[in-house]
């Protein structure tokens, strides 16, 4: 695991989330209420990307067919039971966004 930098903070726009390649895995990157959260990119339902999504507090809603993922657990949270996606930790430093993968 290792501290990859993927943004800085001005390029998340709060209550949004954008995708970046990370070392080869897609992963979604919001910001909810200057809290930033990082979720892999794709849906398990049909590989949708969740960055262009609606978040609600910690959820996000996939915009294809509104499955919806806990942004902190990666746990969807409706539908279909023991779906889950991989969350990694951020932390921010000098408004430059990590992300541990
Ligand atoms: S691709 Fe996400 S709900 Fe269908």
Redesign the pocket.
């Given at each position: 695991m290792t501290n990859v930098r993927v943004a800085s903070t001005d390029e998340i726009v709060q209550g949004k989330g954008k995708e970046f390649d990370v070392k080869g895995t897609k992963i979604a990157l919001f910001n909810v209420g200057g809290k930033y959260y990082a979720i892999e990119a794709l849906?398990r339902?049909?590989?949708?990307s969740l960055a262009p999504g609606r978040t609600h507090g910690e959820i996000v809603e996939?915009p294809?067919?509104?499955?919806h993922y806990n942004l902190t657990t990666g746990k969807l949270i409706d539908y279909v039971d023991g779906v889950n996606l991989l969350t990694y930790p951020v932390k921010v430093e000098e408004n430059q966004i990590y992300v541990e993968i």
């Open positions: 849906c339902h049909q590989d949708g996939c294809l067919h509104s499955w």
